[in-house]
């Protein structure tokens, strides 16, 4: 949810945008709609049949951003999520002079917060509001960073990891934890501090200067374990990097509960880490003096997120384990991680018409009669959403996501519409006109419904007689930038893979589905298609 700012005000934009972006040939008959009487307005709901599909474990290596920490959510189930990374020599083959010794290691990673509340402070810095930060604000977890002995890169070869290898890396980590500090705050009462940063330094002149920083994770790891791993290194290991990948497999991030708090989790991206190490040597001068000298270890190398699902809701595991693939279920669970996703099949299943080139009709052809009809009747599509509704109240207070995301689930791959609207590096902008942004109640705050834009995904199954009309896949989304898709440890007949950026989203929700009686409370939330079309007379 990071960057949760400024696309409230585009949207108004987006709107009209979409309004004039119609396909050319339509702009061409434009003129003749309005005020012309051979063309009619119409709008049209079409019913959709979804089902649930659970994702089981999952490639999670090298994702964007990472969860770290533990998230109960009631709709859901218990998400507690480790890390782990490879470390890259910020220069490689260092020089050292005689005696160096370490004074201090310092891991610093940014933490995602929200500009539009970053407010000035008068005597120096800011105030923040962290984001991306899910379950009780300050809530404590115990964190511990171990060397990882797990290699990543097997001969010289990156692997693949998935969601449910926490056990692996856990089972191989190596000696104590290094982050042993007698501050509980920066291991077993570790939280995620929305204060900045701050560092004090002195010139020669003993002259204090206090330098300020977005906040972040900084944690203090043990001296002695750099100094024999760093200055004690075997010759060649800090010359080539996969040569030190060998050597210094990467940190191992294990959390687990601290006390009675329930924990928190974050979203954050680890490439941005460093581990600072700052040491004094011998100057090669007459007479010798100590030199203050700096080395730097990027947290930029291999990575996977480890993903340790427990206490799972039992509706949500008895609806995603035994989907209706036939005939729908009447609600869908989307979560992100080791989750679960919904299928959709537009239009009705009856076949029992079709339509020859020439217009006449013929039997049965493999397409819904519903689809024949738009086409035959040569409907010239104007708008079509998909409307999904919340079920606010199986959700209880569980942290929403900002948006979810469709794409074609028979091929695993974008739909036209994605392509609407310019990629931004702010993710709530991006793809702004594809939409499934979170609408929400104005008094409550709480979501109410998505609505995702297939208009030109209908309006060729329309046109084009050729086209598929594939199943589509929905699933949350932590950033729409991201269209790459994750394959299965073990996939079934039923799903292979997921979008990735679902993967990184440790959120869900849950929406209305489609098998509903008309006569049951929530039918009018059903998940619908809404078609506006021009149709001649």
Not at 21 to 26: F, V
Not at 358 to 381: A, C, F, Q, Y
Not at 526 to 535: D, G, P, S
Request: net charge negative; proline share 3%.
């Amino acid at each position: 949810m990071h960057n949760n700012s400024l696309f409230k005000s585009l949207l108004f934009i987006a709107g009209i945008l979409l309004f004039v972006s119609c396909d050319k040939e339509y702009s061409a008959i434009g003129d003749a709609l309005i005020g012309d009487n051979n063309f009619e307005l119409v709008k049209y709901p079409s019913n959709v049949v979804a089902h649930n599909e659970k994702i089981i474990p999952i490639e999670s290596d090298n994702l964007d951003v990472n969860a770290l920490g533990i998230y109960d959510n009631p709709a859901f189930g218990k998400t507690t999520a480790n890390f782990v990374t490879q470390l890259a020599l910020g220069t490689l083959n260092p020089t050292f002079g005689a005696n160096p010794l370490i004074e201090s290691v310092y891991i610093d990673v940014p933490y995602f917060v929200d500009a539009t509340q970053t407010a000035a402070i008068t005597t120096g810095g800011n105030t923040y509001v962290l984001d991306s930060i899910y379950g009780e604000k300050l809530a404590k977890i115990k964190l511990s960073v171990f060397e990882s002995g797990l290699d990543m890169d097997s001969d010289g070869v990156a692997q693949t990891f998935y969601t449910n290898q926490n056990s692996d890396f856990d089972n191989y980590k190596i000696g104590n934890r290094l982050n042993d500090d007698s501050d509980k705050s920066q291991n077993d009462e570790f939280f995620y501090n929305p204060a900045q940063n701050s560092v004090t330094t002195k010139d020669a002149a003993e002259k204090e200067t206090i330098s300020y920083s977005a906040p972040g994770m900084r944690l203090k790891l043990n001296v002695a374990f750099f100094q024999n791993k760093i200055f004690n290194a075997p010759t060649g290991t800090l010359s080539v990097q996969n040569v030190f990948d060998k050597y210094f497999r990467g940190l191992y991030f294990k959390v687990e509960q601290s006390g009675a708090d329930k924990g928190s989790l974050a979203v954050i991206n680890f490439k941005k880490g460093t581990i600072t190490i700052k040491y004094k040597e011998d100057s090669s001068t007459t007479p010798v003096t100590r030199v203050e000298k700096t080395l730097i270890l990027n947290m930029s190398g291999a990575t996977a997120s480890l993903l340790e699902q427990s206490n799972p809701n039992t509706d949500y595991t008895s609806i995603t384990g035994n989907p209706n693939r036939d005939l729908g279920d009447q609600k869908l669970y989307l979560k992100g991680g080791e989750g679960s996703l919904a299928v959709l099949e537009l239009f009705e299943k009856k076949d029992l018409i079709g339509y020859d080139a020439n217009g006449n009709l013929t039997g049965p052809n493999n397409v819904s009669d519903e689809l024949d009809k738009m086409r035959k009747e040569g409907w010239l599509i104007n708008d079509a959403n998909l409307i999904f509704h919340i079920d606010a109240k199986t959700m209880k207070d569980s942290y929403e996501p900002d948006r979810i995301y469709l794409y074609d689930y028979t091929n695993n791959t974008t739909i036209l519409d994605y392509y609407l609207g310019a990629s931004t590096a702010n993710k709530n902008t991006s793809k702004y006109l594809f939409g499934g942004y979170l609408t929400k109640n104005a008094t409550l705050k709480r979501g109410v419904s998505y609505k995702m834009n297939i208009t030109n995904h209908i309006r060729n199954l329309v046109k084009n007689s050729e086209a598929k009309n594939v199943k589509l896949g929905v699933v949350v989304t932590e950033d729409m930038n991201f269209a790459e898709f994750k394959m299965l440890k073990t996939g079934n007949a039923f799903i292979s893979k997921a979008p990735k950026a679902s993967v990184m989203n440790p959120l869900g929700t849950i929406l209305y589905g489609s098998n509903f009686p008309d006569t049951d409370a929530n039918y009018s939330k059903r998940l619908q298609l809404e078609i506006y079309y021009t149709k001649p007379k």
